[in-house]
């Protein structure tokens, strides 16, 4: 069984300053994890993944993501926000490299303010 | 490349009829697509897995005969709300999985908004 739990669901950050997006996972597997976005009445957009590579993961749009095992956590960081980052994201893990059934996390509302 | 699109983008229809959504990878072959839900402000969740060339399989406590899944080719799954009541109204997206080495991943539809009157 595997399963994520995102521990904000809502984050408020200025514009120019970090965000953290905090995931912890449960998985009887090695797991790969992701972190997608989802603007409003729009589809989801995968912002970077791990698959047993690389512990720290860079994605897209300048965020990245570290996966540290001895604390089953795989958090979302950015060093400076934009407006535009402002969206749903939601953490997920599935069975290591098999693509298959996604579980997402409840996800986390992020507000950008000028 | 690896696109995924959906149609309609939004339908409105009334309580009893069907709805046939489509889901179509456009630039790859998908042997695997995804039907997934999404209620305001929660989170998606799995309804089933197409499978082409066969049946699809659904999560527990989705209703396989509310919601009929037909992956009958490469680039397109289908999902028909049968007798569609208000209660079905919400947010259907789907996905497809792509092999692809280091690209490889389950690539999102826009989805589709779905309302029942």
């Known amino acids: 069984a595997q399963s994520v739990t995102q521990l904000d669901s809502h984050v408020s950050v200025s514009e120019g300053t970090p965000v953290l997006l905090r995931c912890n996972y449960s998985?009887?597997?090695?797991?790969?994890l992701f972190w997608y976005v989802q603007h409003p009445n729009k589809g989801l957009q995968l912002l970077l993944k791990?698959?047993?590579?690389?512990?720290l993961v860079k994605g897209i749009n300048g965020f990245e993501a570290e996966f540290k095992k001895s604390e089953t956590s795989f958090h979302l960081t950015k060093p400076s926000a934009h407006m535009s980052d402002a969206a749903e994201y939601f953490c997920?893990?599935?069975?290591?490299?098999?693509?298959?059934?996604?579980?997402f996390g409840a996800g986390t509302q992020v507000v950008v303010t000028p | 490349g690896a696109v995924v699109s959906q149609h309609p983008s939004w339908v409105i229809c009334k309580s009893g009829t069907s709805v046939k959504i489509e889901c179509r990878s456009l630039?790859?072959?998908?042997?695997?697509m995804f039907w997934y839900r999404q209620f305001p402000k929660q989170s998606l969740m799995l309804m089933a897995t197409?499978?082409?060339?066969?049946?699809?399989?659904?999560e527990q406590g989705v209703e396989k005969d509310k919601f009929l899944i037909n992956h009958a080719s490469l680039t397109l799954s289908t999902l028909t709300v049968t007798s569609a009541h208000p209660e079905d109204s919400s947010f259907y997206i789907c996905?497809?999985?792509?092999?692809?080495?280091?690209?490889?991943?389950?690539?999102f539809g826009p989805g589709t908004r779905l309302l029942v009157l």
């Open positions: 996905s497809a999985r792509y092999f692809a080495g280091a690209q490889g991943g389950q690539y």
């Open positions: 998985s009887s597997y090695s797991p790969s």
């Open positions: 791990y698959t047993s590579a690389a512990t």
């Open positions: 997920v893990v599935s069975e290591a490299d098999s693509w298959g059934k996604l579980q």
């Open positions: 630039d790859f072959q998908a042997t695997t």
């Open positions: 197409s499978n082409e060339g066969s049946k699809a399989t659904y």
